[in-house]
Nanobody, 123 residues
Framework: QVQPVESGGGLVQAGGSLRLSCTTS????????MGWFRQAPGKEREIVAG????????YYVDSVKGRFTISRDHAKNTVYLQMNSLKPEDTAVYYC????????????????WGQGTQVTVSF
């Protein structure tokens, strides 16, 4: 199994950018499909983006299309979420998750989760 670890969250003004990173110690992430999820206070957890093991396939929720980019670097054992043109409604705790198999959008279908990193977008 793997234990994802997120980093890169913080406070940013609307219109700004952040890049989140997800890595793990020990076992590599390269054998897993990866997803970035987020949960805002009082809201359900939702998938933000997913990427296949090879990196050839990606998925984005409609609200972030054109603004966020998911990528992975196998050599660095890291998955990234580049977030541009951030909006206050992007404020949430962002989680990295791993699963075997294809990209799926339900968090219940992911087996391994990080602790999360807070992203706060101010007006």
């Amino acid at each position: 199994q793997v234990q994802p670890v997120e980093s890169g969250g913080g406070l940013v003004q609307a219109g700004g950018s952040l890049r989140l990173s997800c890595t793990t110690s020990g076992r590599t992430l390269s054998g897993y499909t990866m997803g970035w999820f987020r949960q805002a206070p009082g809201k359900e957890r939702e998938i933000v983006a997913g990427i296949s093991r090879s990196g050839d396939s990606t998925y984005y929720v409609d609200s972030v299309k054109g603004r966020f980019t998911i990528s992975r670097d196998h050599a660095k054992n890291t998955v990234y979420l580049q977030m541009n043109s951030l909006k206050p409604e992007d404020t949430a705790v962002y989680y990295c998750a791993a699963r075997n198999g294809v990209i799926l959008t339900s968090g219940h279908q992911y087996d391994y989760w990080g602790q999360g990193t807070q992203v706060t977008v101010s007006f």
